[in-house]
């Protein structure tokens, strides 16, 4: 394996693996920060609990910092200090004025999208597990709206954005929600489980840490499909979305482990919204910084504002351009908040309403919107005729869903096999999937 | 059974009918063969009791798993029904965060430490969200709990409890709705219980978490916010059942139903059905299903001479082809039917509502199955 994982590229330049100075960055919280100073036993916990016997708390309190040698700078320092010098001459913003209303429309579609889920969950059309985007529009837009239409991407549970900015059709996923034969998945995924072949969109799973391996695999199918069946313009890039409760998860360091190994093109996206359900991120990491894990298994690791669209955009143009060119994985850390909830279900009592308010006053929708004004890249009215747009595009959304039929009773043995001759062959000896009725099932309801 | 007449009590008794005292007569007559059901308390409840009990007593117990702790938080009695109300609600408060242990999100990992624990001399509780996660621990469950005794000839043995609620919620798609009762069970080493009413789930977790051996308990989501009278004797800290014998909810003399967790109120309500047609049905609640009570169902089905299973899991190799099997090996002459096996659908389950109503058994198919095996006519072809 070459020893070299990285080439003169403006991207890696700042990231010197062998380095050992240690650079003085700014922490992931400032030290006003109430995470930082809170004396309860229970970091980033809201509650005091009263025990009778002192527990060892002291483990749990935030590490004094020893001498780091954190070789990796964040490249949102990079952008930062584009931005200051930009600042002064409002002639050299970072986006066109066609992007910003295309990356505009993409946020508010997620966020409009989201609350009209919700909406609908009270209302009982929707139902079981739904984990809902609003906060993090800033991650999918800033990274998926640079992929092409080849390009992959893998989530979690929380999925209905990433599909809605990977291109599939609003009517398509809420038609999906409502479990409806005419969803993306033809009602038989759900909320979590969004698959597109056409926009290449790979899922959609339950469990944490799961779609990193499958993530990993597409990537691997990308090099392999230039190296070996040599199609030599295929660069196609996968995208790894998930969050902070995964990165303590095993299958997480074993694909950046091979990722790194094989170089391949990947980016592993951590939208960290320091909880996972109601535990917090510090209490369950031994080093909360997820983006020092990728200098240990041999590629870059960023950290970069999460609740900043345009932030978010030039660390994913390095870190795409980087797979892109074969030089190999990124670990890109967004600091992110989820507005809402867990889930539906979740009553979300345990965060800080000061901590939720924070990030409430960073809304990326806000922040791009304030952007472009100051920029002279949008007026008023066009970013309303956008919301209005929008607005219309997502009740159509909903009157789809309401009028399409639910699946079929055949439906129901449909897809479990791509050759449904796995069913096997019947008591009269021929395949059971000859027989027209079979996929109904056996059930009387 | 019990939950079946108090919930019909209260529905009358709410309407003030005038033949209200001969109904509650006859209920209390009823009840007095049986020990005196005085309180009525949720699984959820009952599951909580133990494990304060069993911790109280026993400084070796911990519990660990995502969100035990902390996350049980001040729920309102809105979200009593919620999901994601954890069973261990007041434990962190009482017990502290050594002993009421929050993980991260590594189901391999914490799995491994609680069986690590356990081979050194401590009795952890390891709670899974559930049982779908933990098919990322399904190595430590099988390779490390249930083999070590045997690889060790005894010298370490593995004291420890995984629990979690098991199988289809409402809803949750086909990577949530797994059951793994027949996985588990077909593995020796370990026991692997199932409970059903309140009862159960207090003495079965109370008995568990005293075994010396790994132990699987699978509880229901759904069960969770449903109440069962339980009598006093429940109450009891000291009320445990045994491992292996399972109970006959309902006796009858015409056809054996087996079940287990949320199957054994389908299959209550089922015989209620079947009554009307005067067939009698034998309910059994395994219980247990791995040791399974073989001589108890066998000597239903030597009564009955008819039987049908029920589970809400895959078909192939389930628990139900475990129980068929038995009984025609033992019982082979005293079978007048066939033996219907009642189970979900042979697919991943759906999402869409309709669909998942297909998927999984409802009381009609466990109605159905009764009459076929009692050679009731019953109409052959599925109607659309």
Same mark, same amino acid.
């Given at each position: 394996? =070459?020893?070299?994982?990285?080439?003169?590229?403006?991207?890696?330049?700042?990231?010197?693996?062998?380095?050992?100075?240690?650079?003085?960055?700014?922490?992931?919280?400032?030290?006003?920060?109430?995470?930082?100073?809170?004396?309860?036993?229970?970091?980033?916990?809201?509650?005091?609990?009263?025990?009778?016997?002192?527990?060892?708390?002291?483990?749990?309190?935030?590490?004094?910092?020893?001498?780091?040698?954190?070789?990796?700078?964040?490249?949102?320092?990079?952008?930062?200090?584009?931005?200051?010098?930009?600042?002064?001459?409002?002639?050299?913003?970072?986006?066109?004025?066609?992007?910003?209303?295309?990356?505009?429309?993409?946020?508010?579609?997620?966020?409009?999208?989201?609350?009209?889920?919700?909406?609908?969950?009270?209302?009982?059309?929707?139902?079981?597990?739904?984990?809902?985007?609003?906060?993090?529009?800033?991650?999918?837009?800033?990274?998926?709206?640079?992929?092409?239409?080849?390009?992959?991407?893998?989530?979690?549970?929380?999925?209905?954005?990433?599909?809605?900015?990977?291109?599939?059709?609003?009517?398509?996923?809420?038609?999906?929600?409502?479990?409806?034969?005419?969803?993306?998945?033809?009602?038989?995924?759900?909320?979590?489980?969004?698959?597109?072949?056409?926009?290449?969109?790979?899922?959609?799973?339950?469990?944490?840490?799961?779609?990193?391996?499958?993530?990993?695999?597409?990537?691997?199918?990308?090099?392999?499909?230039?190296?070996?069946?040599?199609?030599?313009?295929?660069?196609?890039?996968?995208?790894?979305?998930?969050?902070?409760?995964?990165?303590?998860?095993?299958?997480?360091?074993?694909?950046?482990?091979?990722?790194?190994?094989?170089?391949?093109?990947?980016?592993?996206?951590?939208?960290?919204?320091?909880?996972? +359900?109601?535990?917090?991120?510090?209490?369950?990491?031994?080093?909360?910084?997820?983006?020092?894990?990728?200098?240990?298994?041999?590629?870059?690791?960023?950290?970069?504002?999460?609740?900043?669209?345009?932030?978010?955009?030039?660390?994913?143009?390095?870190? +795409?351009?980087?797979?892109?060119?074969?030089?190999?994985?990124?670990?890109?850390?967004?600091?992110?908040?989820?507005?809402?909830?867990?889930?539906?279900?979740?009553?979300?009592?345990?965060?800080?309403?000061?901590?939720?308010?924070?990030?409430?006053?960073?809304?990326?929708?806000?922040?791009?919107?304030?952007?472009?004004?100051?920029?002279?890249?949008?007026?008023?009215?066009?970013?309303?005729? +956008?919301?209005?747009?929008?607005?219309?595009?997502?009740?159509?959304?909903?009157?789809?869903?309401?009028?399409?039929?639910?699946?079929?009773?055949?439906?129901?043995?449909?897809?479990?096999?791509?050759?449904?001759?796995?069913?096997?062959?019947?008591?009269?000896?021929?395949?059971?999937?000859?027989?027209?009725?079979?996929?109904?099932?056996? =059930?009387?309801? | 059974?019990?939950?079946?007449?108090?919930?019909?009590?209260?529905?009358?008794?709410?309407?003030?009918?005038?033949?209200?005292?001969?109904?509650?007569?006859?209920?209390?007559?009823?009840?007095?063969?049986?020990?005196?059901?005085?309180?009525?308390?949720?699984?959820?409840?009952?599951?909580?009791?133990?494990?304060?009990?069993?911790?109280?007593?026993?400084?070796?117990?911990?519990?660990?798993?995502?969100?035990?702790?902390?996350?049980?938080?001040?729920?309102?009695?809105?979200?009593?029904?919620?999901?994601?109300?954890?069973?261990?609600?007041?434990?962190?408060?009482?017990?502290?965060?050594?002993?009421?242990?929050?993980?991260?999100?590594?189901?391999?990992?914490?799995?491994?430490?609680?069986?690590?624990?356990?081979?050194?001399?401590?009795?952890?509780?390891?709670?899974?969200?559930?049982?779908?996660?933990?098919?990322?621990?399904?190595?430590?469950?099988?390779?490390?709990?249930?083999?070590?005794?045997?690889?060790?000839?005894?010298?370490?043995?593995?004291? *420890?409890?995984?629990?979690?609620?098991?199988?289809?919620?409402?809803?949750?798609?086909?990577?949530?709705?797994?059951?793994?009762?027949?996985?588990?069970?077909?593995?020796?080493?370990?026991?692997?219980?199932?409970?059903?009413?309140?009862?159960?789930?207090?003495?079965?977790?109370?008995?568990?978490?005293?075994?010396?051996?790994?132990?699987?308990?699978?509880?229901?989501?759904?069960?969770?916010?449903?109440?069962?009278?339980?009598?006093?004797?429940?109450?009891?800290?000291?009320?445990?059942?045994?491992?292996?014998?399972?109970?006959?909810?309902?006796?009858?003399?015409?056809?054996?139903?087996?079940?287990?967790?949320?199957?054994?109120?389908?299959?209550?309500?089922?015989?209620?059905?079947?009554?009307?047609?005067?067939?009698?049905?034998?309910? *059994?609640?395994?219980?247990?299903?791995?040791?399974?009570?073989?001589?108890?169902?066998?000597?239903?089905?030597?009564?009955?001479?008819?039987?049908?299973?029920?589970?809400?899991?895959?078909?192939?190799?389930?628990?139900?082809?475990? *129980?068929?099997?038995?009984?025609?090996?033992?019982?082979?002459?005293?079978?007048?039917?066939?033996?219907?096996?009642?189970?979900?659908?042979?697919?991943?389950?759906?999402?869409?509502?309709?669909?998942?109503?297909?998927?999984?058994?409802?009381?009609?198919?466990?109605?159905?199955?009764?009459?076929?095996?009692?050679?009731?006519?019953?109409?052959?072809?599925?109607?659309?």
């Amino acid at each position: 394996m =070459a020893a070299t994982a990285f080439s003169a590229s403006k991207f890696t330049q700042s990231f010197s693996l062998n380095s050992t100075r240690s650079v003085d960055r700014p922490p992931l919280f400032p030290a006003s920060h109430p995470l930082k100073t809170t004396p309860s036993s229970f970091l980033g916990s809201t509650r005091k609990l009263s025990l009778s016997s002192p527990s060892s708390s002291t483990s749990r309190r935030r590490r004094r910092r020893p001498s780091r040698s954190p070789a990796v700078v964040a490249v949102s320092e990079v952008v930062k200090e584009k931005k200051s010098k930009s600042n002064v001459s409002l002639s050299n913003p970072l986006i066109t004025n066609e992007e910003g209303l295309e990356l505009y429309e993409d946020m508010v579609l997620g966020r409009s999208f989201e609350d009209m889920c919700a909406q609908m969950y009270y209302r009982g059309k929707m139902f079981g597990f739904v984990h809902l985007y609003n906060g993090q529009e800033a991650v999918s837009t800033g990274f998926i709206k640079l992929l092409k239409q080849e390009d992959c991407v893998v989530s979690t549970y929380r999925d209905h954005v990433h599909a809605l900015s990977k291109g599939v059709p609003a009517r398509a996923v809420m038609s999906e929600l409502f479990g409806k034969t005419t969803g993306c998945c033809r009602g038989q995924g759900g909320s979590m489980h969004m698959f597109s072949k056409e926009h290449n969109l790979l899922g959609g799973f339950a469990f944490i840490g799961e779609g990193i391996p499958v993530a990993t695999g597409a990537a691997f199918t990308s090099k392999y499909r230039r190296e070996v069946l040599k199609e030599a313009d295929c660069d196609h890039v996968t995208l790894a979305f998930f969050g902070d409760g995964t990165c303590n998860n095993g299958q997480f360091f074993e694909c950046l482990n091979m990722a790194a190994l094989w170089k391949l093109p990947i980016v592993f996206v951590v939208e960290n919204n320091l909880w996972a +359900i109601g535990m917090s991120h510090l209490r369950a990491t031994s080093d909360p910084e997820i983006w020092k894990k990728g200098p240990a298994f041999g590629m870059p690791g960023v950290h970069v504002d999460g609740m900043d669209v345009l932030k978010v955009r030039e660390v994913a143009k390095e870190a +795409i351009g980087r797979a892109r060119r074969g030089e190999g994985p990124t670990l890109v850390e967004c600091e992110t908040y989820r507005f809402r909830g867990h889930s539906l279900a979740d009553p979300d009592e345990l965060r800080d309403p000061a901590e939720k308010a924070r990030y409430a006053s960073r809304d990326p929708i806000s922040a791009l919107k304030k952007y472009m004004f100051e920029n002279n890249l949008a007026s008023e009215a066009e970013l309303k005729a +956008i919301d209005k747009k929008i607005d219309e595009l997502v009740e159509d959304a909903v009157e789809f869903a309401d009028e399409s039929p639910l699946p079929a009773r055949s439906q129901l043995l449909e897809n479990v096999f791509a050759d449904p001759r796995g069913f096997g062959i019947g008591p009269d000896g021929r395949y059971r999937c000859e027989d027209p009725k079979f996929t109904e099932g056996t =059930a009387q309801v | 059974m019990f939950g079946i007449i108090s919930h019909k009590l209260v529905a009358s008794t709410a309407g003030g009918s005038p033949g209200q005292p001969i109904l509650r007569a006859a209920v209390l007559a009823m009840m007095s063969n049986y020990s005196t059901a005085t309180k009525q308390i949720m699984v959820r409840e009952a599951l909580n009791s133990a494990l304060d009990e069993e911790m109280a007593a026993d400084p070796t117990v911990f519990l660990m798993g995502e969100e035990v702790g902390e996350y049980e938080g001040a729920y309102k009695v809105r979200f009593v029904n919620s999901p994601l109300t954890p069973v261990s609600k007041g434990l962190l408060r009482k017990y502290g965060p050594q002993r009421v242990v929050d993980t991260p999100i590594t189901e391999a990992g914490f799995t491994g430490i609680g069986v690590g624990a356990s081979c050194h001399g401590l009795r952890p509780i390891v709670e899974f969200m559930t049982f779908n996660f933990a098919m990322q621990a399904i190595d430590h469950i099988i390779n490390s709990a249930a083999k070590t005794n045997y690889m060790s000839a005894g010298n370490i043995n593995v004291p *420890i409890v995984f629990r979690g609620p098991n199988g289809p919620a409402a809803g949750v798609g086909a990577q949530h709705s797994q059951i793994s009762s027949h996985w588990y069970s077909s593995c020796p080493g370990l026991k692997v219980l199932a409970p059903y009413s309140s009862e159960d789930a207090r003495g079965l977790l109370k008995t568990a978490i005293r075994d010396p051996d790994p132990v699987v308990f699978l509880e229901n989501e759904l069960l969770y916010g449903e109440s069962f009278p339980v009598s006093d004797e429940v109450l009891d800290s000291s009320f445990c059942l045994p491992i292996g014998k399972a109970k006959i909810e309902k006796e009858g003399k015409d056809v054996t139903i087996t079940a287990f967790s949320r199957m054994v109120g389908y299959a209550l309500k089922a015989a209620e059905i079947l009554e009307k047609e005067d067939l009698e049905a034998e309910v *059994i609640n395994l219980r247990s299903i791995r040791p399974l009570d073989r001589s108890l169902i066998n000597n239903s089905v030597r009564k009955t001479n008819r039987l049908v299973t029920v589970e809400e899991g895959f078909p192939q190799h389930g628990v139900g082809a475990e *129980i068929c099997a038995s009984v025609v090996e033992e019982n082979f002459n005293y079978l007048d039917a066939p033996v219907e096996r009642i189970s979900g659908a042979d697919a991943p389950m759906p999402y869409a509502a309709n669909l998942e109503r297909l998927a999984l058994p409802q009381v009609e198919d466990v109605v159905r199955a009764a009459r076929r095996a009692c050679y009731r006519s019953v109409p052959t072809a599925t109607t659309a």
